[in-house]
């Protein structure tokens, strides 16, 4: 049973160490959680800690919206791709043998 108290412990330390890492991070890590936060649910306090750092950090902020913009522009040329008739308004023009090269490029 002490064992187990003693193992239990442990744990619960570990874990508040990786929360006062989170809550610590420097801004490289808290932009690698944004990446991943854009493919996979984040547990809870990495959620946390990169949303409060988004608070005081405009240099975070600033990767956030980038990143947005990306993928905004990223799905503006796929539809392009899926239907290449359709006139984005903004956007790059790529040529109908630009978006063949990609689309079978994409198909494999
Ligand atoms: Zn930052």
């Known amino acids: 049973m002490v ?3 003693r193992l239990g412990k442990s ?9 006062w890492h989170l809550l610590n991070a420097p801004c490289s890590e808290i932009t690698e959680s944004i990446s991943r936060a854009q493919e996979t649910e984040l547990p809870f306090w990495e959620r ?8 005081y950090c405009s240099a975070c902020r600033r990767y956030v919206r980038h990143l947005e913009a990306l993928r905004v522009a990223l799905r503006r040329i796929a539809g392009e791709l899926r239907d290449p008739s359709a006139d984005a308004p903004v956007g790059p023009k790529l040529s109908a043998a630009a978006r063949e090269r990609i ?6």
Do not use: D, M, T, V
């Not at 744990?11 to 929360?19: A, D, T």
């Not at 689309?103 to 494999?108: D, I, K, N, Q």
């Open 103 to 108: 689309r079978r490029e994409l198909r494999y």
């Open 11 to 19: 744990q619960y330390l570990k874990r508040l160490l990786h929360i």
């Open 3 to 5: 064992s187990q108290y």
């Open 48 to 55: 946390l800690a990169y949303k409060l750092h988004l608070l």
